[in-house]
DNA sequence: GCCAGTTCAACAGGTTCA
DNA sequence: TGAACCTGTTGAACTGGC
């Protein structure tokens, strides 16, 4: 069973040299079985430039391109077989050259990427359910709640027949462990200021680590601390005139800009001059500038709005306090969550500057992955429950559970997601908000018009968190936890696909009308 | 003589009496149950050259190549079976190469060092927060450095003992029989870095697919093939769970960091200029703004303040200027260019922000690259040397061949890599120091405990070096420099990854201390 | 159908520990 | 010494653009 006949005519069996695979249209007509230019093997076509088998062509791929210097075992003359092709890769690969293969048919990396992009695209055709526009026609109500101020364009089909409450969730934030909430609806902008910036984890404090580190130039790392814990933690409260800040009109968007990108610029024009003097001062670490600040005020006021607002649009018809509310309860009670996150986006100054179109877009597309951001804010993790505000004595309580009755482990994922937030971070309301900003201003949601306007603003939400990550938290803990934030967004998306099926699994009939605007229901 | 035929090389790989193991392809049909060729023991599969047993392959590999003269305690032909086996090595170790093992299979002590290496390497790189090596202990002298702003935390060898240059050969005293031995070793001061000691041949694939995502054309998501489909639709696969589907969307992992980045830079400027830029406003060729200059503009600072602090920081004993240097004499300097490194290290922001852990583990691992990438900078063509200053007025010239002292081929791969790079390049300083902040911030070094923070550094320093091509050169161009110069970073892994080993075989007590720490000399 | 790349289970080398 | 284990490498089978 020696096929080792093959031994005794070494190399190629055509030319000695190269088996250069001819032409595609001209064949060769001396091959009737190919066979391996490298081993013998059993070939079935031209790899690389010569008539291979699959094995040498998965090694040429894998090792021609990495300079990696092999060593011969033996005398540099290795025969190379189907056998013996494993022995030795100096000499396989050195005969895959000789005998004609070129790296250069090797797809670079930048090919690969290429290829592997078109192939999702055209994956991504096939799959892609095409949902209907955003034509006026069909969006209604989405409309006349983004126009009108009042409420009175509210049509709810619960106004006639009442129906449960709640939803998974509206604004919890009060809630949250940061007494910020307890401040509760004033809007006193001073109050809820300092709570914003400063608060937060509690251990960190808001150590400016900038600040510390100028004032303990030597021994920047204290050597002691725990990776983890670490570099810089507990240090002095340093408490910046925050005051200031929140005097700071929005509008003026300008002025304070320019306020940034000075502050930004200083740090160059530290390093560049005097470098010496304050070679620490560093990119990171400061605390937020008022520019930033006020970015990050403005969010936490439009959420404020939210608390209050249910029970004047509609009329308290929550009936379902007597019992727990079904699923169907639930999902129509996201109706009334959806019109809190249209009055929140309305608060933010730089929604409104965008066409109603878009507006229009990212609410639609947008608004399942905000209400699951609530969710996970207002998790009650000792009740297992949401707890949302309704008036401002009444907070709602709805078990979780209730997502159990919905198909396929829904329940269960979305459980998983709340878990996988820290707590610190569910509780953190700036983290919050600014993770939902981010998912407002999704520049990739469907039928977005200006999409780099709205990209810039998301990308203004990354930086601001970045940048209050690192007012909290120091040096690589701040990094970390931006990436880790924003790998939740990326699981967002993907839990939302599942939660959107839901909603998409409805009778018509038996939804809210908002609902089946933004969902499209009717059409199916 | 077919015995010592393929002894020497695998030419016959089936000796009449073997019973080599046939290719895993080919299905042996007279082999039902394999069985050691050796002892008769149940073998699982071929070792070394032969189908054998566990307790054989552990047997062969452990005394093959021990020259070890064994003794037959009987008539130098005992029988061989799993009960016997024991009981004479000299007739076990003959049976083993009369079946046809072969000790040439047998790794060398370098390559096994080599294979040890790679795995911790890719060991640490999954598991991110374990703390292993780079303790307090075994890292004093870098510690020191970091820490210390002055100089005296240095301790030099050189400036105790002023040692031989010793010869190399005793080096290469490789007990390996093996050719390898053959390596030796060479420094340049930037080879050197090569041996830098971490090597790490992280593929830059997907990474680079992230990144070039950005680049590519203007309308890099022609809204179709963006991953986020509307609020509901299905974004990737349908069903399933957020935790599998995390890997499998990577992808849209790296948007969203692309995404970060670009914010990190654009936020602050863009808003300014006036956020309502055509939506179709290209991103590229525009010039830097000035939070991108800031950046780039830290790093030529941090360069500047490194070509002085050599004469301070150990007094000039720079025997050789008398004659050429010997290589170990250029790898004793390398101790000098790390300790420039570090400073310049030291002098940017960012890298101070990382905790001490970190800050250890990025320059051990990175500073034979960043050496070669100094090597680069500094070759001068004409004379075919490095330019080292030294003082103020004083530059040092070190001819580059004294690369060929090391044994292979290291000075020609050295001087392949140097001219593979365009005199344009090699003479931008900006692009070198970029480049040069890529790899310091390399999150995939051994022992990184904030990985994703330094990644995120990283490709900060990426999106930089695209930022900066973009606006020095158009579009197409930037893009293709773009994709040259990561191939470029790539090379340098393997570069100097392929002589790591030269490190490895240096003789710890010819070696400056902080070469010893850097490269773990003392623990072989 | 050709020929790039991708995937994954088996393979074969080293390492560990009793 | 050898069973158990760990990991990088191989290569058969498969995917997908053209
Ligand atoms: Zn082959
Ligand atoms: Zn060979
Ligand atoms: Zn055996
Ligand atoms: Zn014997």
Known sequence: ??????????????????????????????????????CGDKALGCNFGATTCESCKAFFRRNALKGKEFRCPFENNCKIDAVTRRFCQKCRLKKCLDIGMKKEFIMSEEERTVKRRKIEENRMKKTKPVRTNNTKNNSKQLIQLLNGGGSRANQRKSDIKSEAESSFSDSDVTTSPLDNSSEGFHESPASSNKATVINSHQQLTTETRGRML?????????????????????RSQS???????????????????????????NVVVDLVRGNDTSPLSPVRDRPLNE??????????????????????????????????????????????????MIKMAKKLAAFKTFCQEDQIALLKGGCTELMILRSVMSYDA?????????????????KVEVLKEAQGNLYEEHQRFIQSFDPLWRSDEHIMLLLSAITLFDPNRPHVIHRDAIKLEQESYYYLLRRYLESVVGGCNARSMFLKLIAKISELHILNDNHVRVYLDLNPKEVEPLLIEIFDLKSR
Chains 1, 2 share one sequence.
């Open 382 to 398: 000792d009740k297992g429950c949401w707890k949302i505000p309704h008036t401002e004595s009444h907070v709602n309580h709805i």
């Open 239 to 265: 408490t910046m005139s925050v005051a200031d800040a929140f005097n700071i009109n929005l509008r003026t968007m300008d002025a304070l800009l320019n306020t940034a990108i000075s502050a930004e610029y």
């Open 1 to 38: 069973m020696e096929d080792y006949v093959s031994l005794t005519s070494p190399n190629t069996p055509v030319s000695p040299l190269s088996n250069a695979c001819t032409s595609p249209g001209e064949v060769h007509a001396s091959m009737s079985g190919k066979v391996c230019g490298v």
């Open 214 to 234: 100028e004032m303990s130039p030597p021994e920047d790392f204290p050597s002691d601390s725990s990776p983890s814990t670490a570099n810089g933690v507990i």
């Open 291 to 340: 520019v930033e600040m006020a970015k990050l005020q403005e969010l936490v006021v439009a959420n404020i709005a939210l608390l209050a607002p249910l029970t004047e649009e509609r009329p308290v018809d929550l009936h379902y306090d007597s019992g727990d509310p079904t699923l169907l309860n639930v999902i129509n009670l996201t109706d009334i969550a959806i019109r809190r």
